[in-house]
């Protein structure tokens, strides 16, 4: 057998897996904040999306190109403003709103220019992070917050029922919410928040605007 094998598709973080199982096939996506543009294209390939994204590193822009994406350097807090109404059906955010400057303005420009957003973050209310501080009197290091206080890029923490109480005063709906265990795996649902707010280490919602 000759000719050139295709690069094997990377492992999808499990968050990354839960976003991409939140959209549409043939949807309009934008992934802000892409990275090394693994979810892009994983929708791409897979859900045959009209996948695009903005990243702030120029390494990662370059790392995406490379791959044949169409991903444009560009900054969360300022850039997203620049997009009109209803430019994406989908647009993704994936544990980057807690390394933003004004998250809430973020938020809020996503659920404006995309019909849904999916939005992942870590859970700064996890019983671990809370029994850190409580025991050692510390600020927290664990698998899912693994940095220390004076070089984490997570400028704004924040857990679950903070993240719901955000999404009420922008006047948003929550369409689906997962919250994930230490494993990776999807915790129970139909839970109060509380429950995901004490055992989820991180947790990925699916929201939209109300009309």
């Not at 690069?7 to 043939?26: G, N, S, T």
């Not at 560009?74 to 980057?96: E, K």
């Not at 693994?146 to 109480?165: E, G, K, L, Q």
Request: proline share 6%; glycine share 8%.
């Amino acid at each position: 057998m000759s000719g050139k094998q295709p690069a094997p598709e990377p492992k999808l973080r499990p968050d990354l897996y839960a976003v991409a199982m939140m959209l549409e096939p043939k949807s309009r996506v934008l992934d802000v904040g892409c990275g090394d543009g693994t979810l892009l294209r994983h929708l791409s390939e897979r859900h045959g999306v009209d996948a695009r994204g903005i990243e702030l590193s120029q390494r990662g822009v370059n790392h995406c190109v490379a791959q044949g994406l169409s991903v444009i350097q560009g900054d969360a807090d300022t850039d997203l403003a620049d997009y009109p109404d209803d430019s994406f059906d989908f647009v993704i955010l994936s544990q980057t709103l807690q390394a933003t400057r004004r998250p809430r303005d973020v938020l809020d420009n996503m659920l404006r220019i995309g019909k849904h957003a999916i939005v992942s973050f870590p859970n700064f209310g996890h019983w671990r992070v809370r029994g850190q501080l409580l025991v050692k009197g510390r600020m927290p290091i664990t698998d899912a917050l693994s940095y220390a206080w004076y070089d984490t890029p997570n400028i704004h923490a924040f857990t679950i029922r903070d993240f719901v109480a955000l999404v009420k005063m922008l006047g948003a709906r929550i369409e689906e919410a997962k919250a994930l265990d230490e494993s990776g795996r999807p915790m129970l649902v139909n839970v109060p928040w509380g429950v995901w707010n004490l055992f989820g280490v991180q947790a990925v919602f699916k929201l939209t605007r109300d009309t």
